[in-house]
């Protein structure tokens, strides 16, 4: 079986294709989001998504969020004492997604299509292949996020040439990207984003406002504190739908307090936030060579599009109303979905041809001649521009630069600076080319760059035919088989939360945040229904725990409300 999944950085969730259309896997608690969050206590328990996400209020020391952010980095997580990476994580949040489709579908998932930004390099989108795979599935394709948007909006079921534009915020980044549907081929022509914006930012602009009304100093809060009140903060925003203010409440100290932001004041504190939003947006339509009247249609994908005050922002930037009839938070892992289904060729869907951009620039590392004849180095010269269509093959000439030179290093890099030492260094290929005088040797580079991103350069000597080929591995995170195979093992001793004990610890781990939440009465009245439940479930009778587990969820979701309307 295949499934379709859209690692998300707040979310993550997956979807597998049906005769009547793609749909959502729920996991095992029945929800169709599962929160891309991670938690280990001291027993080696694993905590993945809901649970991992109440158990960080309580324990951020021992959990990680917003991860997706240093996929492919060297960045290192420390969970209960233990060292992570981002594809470490990721990979249980991929694993945790991996058996909750089995155990929903009743079959077993070896092979998936993930999801990444179109803004990702190489070496985040090889970290998540990889996270992939140490979770265990094959990963059949990597999909750019809009493009797997566009799919699940049927764009590719279109009679007519379209082009539209997706545009996508979600809760730490934003992607805008421009795609042509024609002759069954669905290509995207231009990606820009901003990996630095999303619904976290907005989430800040109501805790900042909160603490300033409040007058408390961040920089003497705990983590924790800190953890609980974003959390309040990202409830007030969720909860103001329609509504014309965001309120925020937290128990503080002993207190419940308050701050109200009526939507005019939201808008302009929010302003700078928006202004990011419209440089992707102008350069990726400039990149495409199209104007906003040449797009026939928008799609809004990620959660942050519900906000009224973001789709009103739409609305006016495009002078016309967007398209959001596929759920925002769905519409990536519906489109990786089809995807998958597709490459299975299942009968029901016409194929597609998917053509993909290079969401980045190319290039090697050369040295100029200076106006006094003077060899200059450290210059980039492109050879694959960024948002070529790809697959792309394009080769460079390029010559010896002195007389006697027996060696020559290919820098392959990626970037946008002048400089290559300001851009991402991918790998070297070294030479060793026939004596002879400056200029005399011909070296031809070929960058051949394929729709999975994977990168191969090719350098042929032109005076002795001889080619020497690399395929780029990236430096940070050149494992092999077998290093995969231990980091597997090493990660196998970790337990992941059998799932009917899930549901219950999810629901305990609410109880006892809720408790730090509240006071006097309500405090008691928790503290009697958690009693009770922990009974039945230490009598371990299944049929009566399922139902102590209804009543318990009944009393937590009328103490949370009880609390919220205080
Ligand atoms: P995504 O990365 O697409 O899962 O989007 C997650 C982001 O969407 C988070 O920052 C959420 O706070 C935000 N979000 C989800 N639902 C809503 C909502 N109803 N109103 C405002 N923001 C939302």
Redesign the pocket.
Same mark, same amino acid.
């Given at each position: 079986m295949i499934i379709g999944i859209d690692l998300?950085?707040?979310?993550s969730l997956a979807a597998y294709y049906t005769d009547e259309g793609p749909k959502i896997i729920p996991n095992r608690l029945g929800e169709r989001?599962t929160p891309s969050v991670v938690s280990i206590d001291e027993d080696d328990q694993v905590y993945v998504g809901e649970s991992a996400r109440e158990r960080l209020a309580l324990h951020p020391d021992q959990g990680a969020h917003l991860f997706k952010r240093s996929m492919g980095s060297r960045k290192e997580f420390k969970l209960g004492g233990k060292t992570f990476s981002a594809q470490d994580l990721s990979s249980f949040v991929l694993r945790q997604l991996k058996e909750d489709a089995e155990s929903y579908l009743g079959e077993p998932v070896t092979e998936a299509v993930i999801s990444v930004p179109a803004y990702f390099n190489d070496i985040k989108r090889k970290a998540t292949k990889r996270a992939g795979e140490l979770a265990g599935l094959k990963v059949e394709r990597i999909i750019s996020e809009p493009t797997a948007a566009a799919i699940a909006y049927g764009l590719y079921q279109k009679q007519e040439d379209t082009r539209f534009l997706v545009f996508?915020? &979600? @809760?730490?980044?934003f992607d805008v990207s421009i795609l042509e549907y024609y002759d069954d081929i669905l290509e995207v022509r231009a990606v820009a984003g901003d990996n630095y914006l999303?619904?976290?930012d907005?989430?800040n602009v109501i805790l900042e406002h909160f603490l300033e009304e409040h007058h408390i100093d961040k920089d003497e809060c705990t983590d924790r504190e800190m953890a609980y009140l974003r959390n309040q903060a990202?409830k007030g925003?969720?909860a103001?739908?329609g509504e014309n203010s965001y309120r925020m409440q937290a128990l503080w100290h002993g207190d419940r307090l308050e701050s109200t932001m009526n939507r005019r004041d939201f808008e302009k504190k929010t302003r700078k936030l928006f202004d990011r939003i419209k440089q992707p947006v102008r350069r990726s339509l400039s990149d495409a060579g199209v104007k906003i009247r040449d797009i026939d249609e928008i799609v809004l994908? &990620? @959660?942050?599009t519900?906000?009224p005050t973001v789709r009103k922002f739409v609305g006016r930037l495009f002078g016309r109303v967007p398209d959001t009839s596929v759920n925002?938070?769905e519409a990536v892992a519906l489109g990786a979905a089809i995807q998958g289904a597709m490459k299975e060729r299942k009968s029901s869907i016409r194929e597609v041809i998917l053509t993909d951009v290079c969401p980045f620039t190319l290039g090697t590392e050369i040295s100029v001649k200076t106006e006094n004849g003077r060899l200059e180095g450290n210059h980039f010269c492109p050879i694959l521009e960024r948002n070529t269509v790809i697959p792309a093959s394009r080769t460079e000439k390029f010559f010896t630069v002195y007389d006697h030179q027996t060696q020559v290093e290919i820098h392959v890099l990626q970037g946008e600076s002048r400089f290559a030492s300001n851009n991402v260094s991918l790998g070297l290929l070294s030479l060793t080319v026939p004596d002879g005088r400056a200029g005399e040797q011909e070296i031809d580079i070929t960058y051949t760059y394929d729709v999975n991103a994977l990168l191969e350069v090719e350098a042929k000597i032109v005076s002795t035919g001889e080619i020497v080929t690399k395929l780029i591995k990236n430096q940070d995170n050149n494992m092999t088989m077998e290093e995969m195979q231990a980091r597997m093992q090493e990660l196998a001793y970790l337990k992941i939360h059998p799932r009917e004990k899930e549901a219950n610890k999810v629901l305990l781990l609410r109880g006892e945040r809720l408790y730090e939440e509240t006071t006097g009465e309500l405090r008691e009245q928790l503290e009697a229904v958690t009693r009770q439940f922990e009974r039945i479930l230490d009598r371990q009778d299944p049929d009566r725990i399922e139902e102590a587990r209804k009543d318990y969820e009944e009393a937590l979701d009328w103490i949370e409300e009880a609390l919220w309307l205080e």
């Open positions: 998300g950085t707040t979310n989001l996508d915020l &979600g @809760g730490g980044t999303g619904g976290e907005f989430t990202e925003k969720c103001s739908q994908v &990620g @959660g942050t519900r906000m925002p938070d």
